[in-house]
């Protein structure tokens, strides 16, 4: 990974920005991804990382926290928090914003246990494959104390694969449909493609239930997102 991502952070944070983000992925154009979006205050959040944020209690764990603004703004709240991240400058530029407890770890190397756990903006893309999920999910429950719980979003992108009658084209024989090759580029330089997963709530509601955790919707969201608590 050449953390490009990780880089157009810093650009922004040291005061050096001069374009945003592309991305796209296997079933979608190139879009752009601005660079203030991933530096937003909670007024400018949308209504479910607002509400988790609003559910969050004890000691926290923010995974995949990006420029901190999740782990930012409940530190001031004066939790507990511990973020954590692959991407090294968003690490970096975390701890330039004041973040006090914040390190390049993967979830799966986390071993600490937590009151809150977020997994937030598609939380579900770091499980990259369906495959994955309950490998993951029985980590995260690992990391659960007595009465923890795991606040997590994601989006079911079945609409995207609808036709104009209605209808979806989806091919039988692939795999699940939220499956998708992830591809980012910053200022004419291409990162390694990835996996990300969008995950449907039924969908992560069964894969719950088989590692043993309950699995609650708590908010739906305009554009067929949701916020799901795990217990």
Request: glycine share 8%.
């Amino acid at each position: 990974m050449k953390d490009l991502f990780g880089r157009a952070l810093l650009d922004y944070q040291n005061g050096h920005y001069t374009e945003d983000l592309i991305t796209s992925t296997n079933i979608s154009e190139e879009d752009e991804l601005p660079l203030p979006y991933l530096f937003r205050d909670f007024k400018d959040m949308p209504k479910l990382e607002k509400k988790a944020l609003q559910l969050a209690k004890g000691s926290i764990l923010d995974v995949g926290c990006g420029a901190g603004n999740h782990s930012l703004y409940l530190q001031k709240k004066g939790f507990d928090v511990k973020a954590i991240d692959i991407s090294k400058g968003a690490v970096e530029v975390s701890k330039l914003r004041g973040l006090n407890n914040v390190e390049v770890k993967s979830l799966l190397d986390e071993t600490e246990t937590f009151d809150t756990i977020l997994l937030l903006m598609n939380g579900t893309g770091i499980f990259q494959e369906l495959s994955q999920v309950s490998k993951y999910l029985t980590h995260l429950k690992s990391l659960l104390k007595p009465n923890g719980q795991i606040l997590m979003d994601s989006s079911d992108i079945k609409y995207m694969y609808e036709d104009e009658d209605g209808g979806f084209w989806m091919d039988a024989h692939a795999n699940y449909y939220g499956e998708l090759d992830y591809y980012l580029s910053y200022k004419g330089e291409e990162e390694t493609p990835m996996k990300w997963l969008y995950l449907d709530f039924d969908t992560l509601k069964l894969a719950c239930e088989t590692v043993g955790l309950r699995c609650e919707l708590v908010l739906e969201g305009k554009h067929f997102d949701y916020l799901a608590r795990l217990a």
